[in-house]
């Protein structure tokens, strides 16, 4: 009897957190409808999926809230990210046609460039928190990717894997923003939990050689 109410919790909590990806992701495709906003509507959203992750207050007033504090604070980089987006697609676009020279390098260094974007902006989401100045977010996010290759790895993967999902059926572009958001937090939280593991296991040592 246990087993299966330890199961049911499971269960409904898996069901709960899969409700608020896709609540998540049509928030950040809201908030993010005018091109400019998206960059603060995906903190905003990976902020309100953190939220419910650790049983905090997930109204939406609360994300609305977070998503006009990311803006103050990250808007430079809110209006750059237009711009890099479209400089890419012509970069691709200008690759494919055959009629540039070293097509294939450039269409390849456009598909690095554009990976290294991604995990930037979600290095960024998954650091960011009210209050946090936008040089404090982009230098964290760096240190984030040199200390943690392999999750910048998974977040690429995870970027492709959304990009897929959007290619086979557009109406998925509404589950993107919040699918990202759970990759960011996820990762996060593996690199930390990884962080405290080596830590514990460290300190034995220190202990013995103290003695």
Known sequence: MASRTGEGGGIRAGLTLFGEVVITGVLVAVLAAPLVTAVPALVAGTAHLRRQLTG?????ADAWADFTAAWRTLWPLALAFPFAVLL??????????????????????????????????LRIAARWH???HLG?????????????????????????????????????????????ALAALGVEHRFAARAAAGADAGEPEDSAAVR
């Open 136 to 180: 404090t977010a982009v230098r964290a996010a760096f240190t984030d990717i040199r200390d943690d290759l392999s999750g910048s790895l998974l977040l690429v993967l995870a970027a492709a894997m959304c990009l897929v999902f959007v290619w086979m059926l557009l109406p998925l572009a509404l589950l993107v923003g919040g699918l990202l």
């Open 56 to 60: 905090d207050s997930v109204r939406l």
């Open 130 to 132: 009210p209050g946090t």
């Open 88 to 121: 890419l697609l012509w970069n691709l676009s200008l690759a494919e046609t055959g009629l540039l020279p070293g097509g294939p390098a450039v269409y390849a260094l456009s598909l690095v460039h554009g990976g290294a974007l991604a995990v930037l902006l």
